[in-house]
């Protein structure tokens, strides 16, 4: 038994106040001399018997009294589990109570009053050792408490045994634990998905409402953010009104979302987040159905003015959770990424498509079907013969837009496993009818050989160099590239640069000052720039030329001297070639490339180039032979700016004479112009937000749109304008698939987008016990089997159940007690006169009454008592 008030106990010594009252009012007996004396000694030995026996009652239940409400003062606490406990000490207490009262009351020789009272004592010090001193505060189980339940929602939580989910069972625990809960505890619901969600109308104070919404939950298709739906958790318990506040995680064993939960979590000490999970073997620690939780310096704890777990109360949170296991065989391919090999698709213009399938089971599969659909309908399909457990594959397809406009391209898979969800995935793709260009060639050579132009025409757009000048648009419909040429010095006749996604300076030396500034400003609103100098560039102008408002640096870097190749000859005498080094690729197109071959950029011979250097913040895309920079980039603004370093006329290298010159142009131009192009594919996000500048008519100024999710619900949503940009305020996106955005009364489409899921939820892989266990000790996480063993306790507390009141309740009962008592012995011991003296007004006794009475009062057997006196005081009592 706990002592949650132990310094009362030290109030234990008043006991001995009804003793010293008993024993001072004790008499000793006297002995008077009368013959007739010895005819009432069995009377008189009789009554004496009777006379101790009502003392010892009467001091018995006044000592009790005492001890019962000193006790009561000290708050004891019945602890779960140690029931006996408490029934020894009761026990032992009693034995030495009544030892103590008989060696006073009773007529024992002095030798054996000394045992008696030593014997006493010694059982009240057994009695005293089965108590402990315990916390201030303690949680009884059946007392009102803060429930945060954290479910997993992710993808794997709709794996099973064949009868139910783990998602299902999940929410079977919770509902079953709502149902015990006592009228004024709370439920908070917070889903763990991809972006932590906190059900609406948390912390619930009606729980029958709680119950229900309950039953509605869904899992979602993704992955599952622990640590945030834990810390969230605990935020939601800082607003409810109860001491005892537990956080309850329902998830399954996948080894990523443990690793995510160690990762985002503190060590123990300074998380707060304690987890209990269904375990195959049960901790010796929590045998009892009680968890034993860590030591405080172990403990998560919580502070308001810090992310964590522990409250600036002295209330801290528990927490627990039920740990699903996924089954020892696993059957699980996904697709995992469908790529466009492409930064801008054009219609009509063929495109790479990279579909990857990976093997997240355990066991071997074969003769994977792979197909890639068009919005909806089968484009082409390939198989995979065998994917072993743990790995990719990736199948290529070559696929063209005929038509412009958006379009889902899915790929997607063809077999029976254990997760359908990751068969398939989407993504949404931007088809426009053809990038424009416009070539601003400032060559003064009369030979197009030798002008840059003409070879930038030729590799992107050789129609523009057959069009007659100022010609009409017959025939662009099947050009993916409609590059525009014009001279440097009719550059001020453009009225708009917005027509182009990209401008590219061909042998420009210089431009005016208000052409350059209109060029910076289309780049940071999203355009694209190529800067190809030629032998005539003018290095003060481009080295100096900067963004107006923020003076930032436009080139990417900086232009030095023209150098002309002069190599050290070789021991046989040959003059090295400088070419293109095939090892260093700065960007992802530029390493699909080289990797794939079929190229003859090692036979480029260059004679003149530009020396540069780099900025820090460019990224040197390819490299000469010699360690100089071939093309140099940067981002500026939402825009984008590319150098290079060798011109393309004749004179300078024999570039435009390779088959890889017309591939390597496509590829940068098309990420160049790309770059004011909005992503139509994103991740789960809580706060999503769609630039529809490109989508909505400025005139119509329309503020609401309504959104279509994977789910088949639907919401409005608010669209806000500044200036004449119009921005969607989709908010929280969580739900892989494809979302479409409508316009709220004709329901006509505006636009459409994808999100995506996190490719390592497929994996099937679970945490092992070891590593479980360490996680268990760096985190400070315990693991339950049943929402029955969440009365865990935090470190503050004890579980079981105070009893003061009770013991309250008893001391009343034996007051009453001892009153009757007192009132049955007085009745008792009152000396009466006889009816018929009475009547007669005589006093008549069988014997003597003085000499009698005079006995028995000095013995200590008799006394007279007047009426309304008390008759402990006369017989000694206290």
């Excluded at 093309?631 to 435009?656: C, K, M, N, Y």
């Amino acid at each position: 038994m706990t002592l949650l008030n132990g310094v009362a106990m030290f109030a234990v010594l008043t006991v001995i106040v009804p003793i010293l009252i008993h024993l001072r009012k004790r008499r000793k007996s006297k002995v008077v001399d009368w013959p007739a004396m010895h005819f009432l000694t069995r009377t008189v030995t009789s009554r004496r018997r009777g006379v101790t026996l009502e003392n010892l009652l009467l001091l018995l239940l006044r000592c009790l009294l005492v001890l019962l409400f000193v006790l009561a003062m000290a708050r004891p606490a019945i602890e779960s589990g140690r029931t006996f406990s408490w029934l020894i000490f009761f026990l032992l207490a009693g034995c030495g109570l009544l030892l103590l009262t008989m060696a006073i009351v009773s007529g024992w020789q002095l030798r054996n009053r000394i045992i008696g009272v030593i014997a006493a004592a010694l059982l009240f010090a057994v009695a005293t050792a089965t108590l402990s001193v315990g916390p201030a505060s303690l949680v009884d189980s059946e007392m009102d408490r803060d429930i945060a339940l954290v479910i997993d929602s992710s993808m794997t939580m709709t794996v099973g045994d064949g009868e139910a989910s783990h998602f299902e069972k999940a929410i079977a625990q919770t509902r079953s634990l709502v149902e015990t809960l006592t009228g004024n505890s709370t439920v908070s619901i917070v889903l763990a998905g991809p972006i932590t969600e906190t059900v609406e109308g948390s912390p619930f104070r009606n729980l029958r409402r709680a119950d229900e919404v309950l039953g509605t939950l869904a899992p979602v298709a993704g992955d599952s953010d622990l640590g945030s739906a834990i810390q969230q958790a605990t935020s939601l318990l800082k607003r409810t009104p109860n001491t005892r506040k537990q956080v309850l995680l329902l998830t399954d064993d996948q080894l990523c979302a443990w690793e995510s939960l160690e990762n985002t979590l503190p060590l123990a000490g300074g998380s707060n987040a304690v987890a209990a999970g269904e375990r195959r073997s049960l901790p010796k620690s929590l045998s009892n159905g009680n968890a034993s939780l860590p030591a405080p310096s172990s403990r998560p704890s919580q502070r308001e003015d810090e992310v964590g777990f522990e409250t600036v109360s002295s209330a801290e949170i528990a927490c627990a959770a039920i740990v699903a296991h996924m089954p020892k065989k696993t059957t699980n391919v996904s697709v995992d990424r469908l790529e466009i090999k492409s930064s801008l698709v054009t219609a009509g213009r063929p495109v790479s498509i990279e579909v990857e399938v990976r093997n997240g089971g355990s066991t071997t599969v074969q003769n994977v079907a792979v197909k890639l659909l068009v919005d909806g309908r089968e484009a082409a399909a390939d198989s995979l013969i065998q994917v072993e457990p743990g790995v990719s594959s990736t199948v290529r397809f070559l696929q063209a837009f005929p038509k412009s406009g958006q379009h889902v391209v899915s790929g997607s898979i063809e077999i029976a496993d254990q997760l359908s969800e990751d068969n398939r995935i989407d993504s949404v793709i931007d088809v426009i009818p053809h990038l424009s260009i416009l070539v601003v060639n400032g060559s003064t050579d009369p030979d197009p050989a030798q002008q840059s132009a003409t070879f930038v025409q030729l590799a992107l757009d050789p129609t523009s160099l057959r069009e007659p000048p100022n010609g009409d648009d017959i025939g662009n419909a099947n050009r993916a590239i409609i590059a525009t040429s014009i001279e440097a010095s009719r550059l001020e006749e453009i009225d708009s640069l917005e027509s182009f996604q990209l401008v590219m300076l061909c042998d420009v030396p210089r431009l005016p000052i208000d052409a350059a500034e209109r060029l910076a400003r289309f780049v940071q609103e999203g355009g694209g720039l190529w800067v190809i100098p030629g032998e005539q560039a003018d290095t003060s102008f481009y080295n100096h030329w900067r963004v107006p408002q923020s003076d930032e640096s436009i080139m990417p870097a900086q232009l030095g001297q023209r150098t002309q190749w002069i190599g050290e000859p070789t021991p046989d005498g040959r003059i090295p070639r400088l070419g293109v080094a095939l090892d260093v690729a700065g960007r992802p197109f530029i390493s699909d490339l080289f990797e794939r071959g079929g190229h003859d950029l090692a036979d480029i011979s260059l004679f003149q180039f530009w020396s540069m250097t780099p900025s820090e913040q460019a990224i040197v895309g390819m490299r000469l032979t010699n360690g100089e920079s071939l093309f140099a980039e940067q981002s500026l603004g939402r825009g984008r700016v590319l150098v290079q370093s060798v011109s393309l006329a004749r004179r300078d290298s024999t570039f435009p004479a390779t088959l890889g010159f017309p591939v390597l142009m496509h590829l940068w131009t098309h990420h160049l112009a790309a770059s004011h192009t909005v992503t139509s594919n994103i991740e789960p996000t809580s706060d999503f937000l769609t630039d529809m500048s490109e989508r909505m008519d400025p005139t119509q100024r329309i503020g609401t749109l309504q959104l279509s999710e994977p789910s088949g619900s639907k919401r409005e949503i608010t669209v806000s304008w500044e200036q004449d940009s119009p921005v969607a305020q989709v908010g929280r996106v969580a739900v892989p698939g494809i979302y479409e955005l409508k316009h709220a009364k004709t329901g006509a489409p505006v636009t459409s987008f994808a999100v995506h899921r996190n490719k390592d939820e497929s994996d099937l892989s679970a945490v092992s016990e070891d590593r479980l266990s360490e996680v268990s000790r760096e985190l400070g996480i315990e693991f339950i089997d049943d929402v029955c063993q969440l009365a865990a306790p935090v470190v503050s507390e004890t579980v079981g159940a105070e009893i003061w009141d009770t013991l309250l309740f008893t001391v009343l009962w034996l007051l009453a007690g001892e009153s009757l008592v007192t009132k049955w012995i007085r009745s008792r011991r009152k000396v009466a006169p006889t009816k018929a003296s009475e009547s007669n007004g005589l006093q008549v006794n069988p014997f003597p009454v003085a000499p009698f009475a005079t006995a028995m009062k000095s013995s200590g057997l008799w006394e007279d008592v007047s009426k309304g006196e008390s008759v402990g005081a006369s017989v000694g009592a206290p």
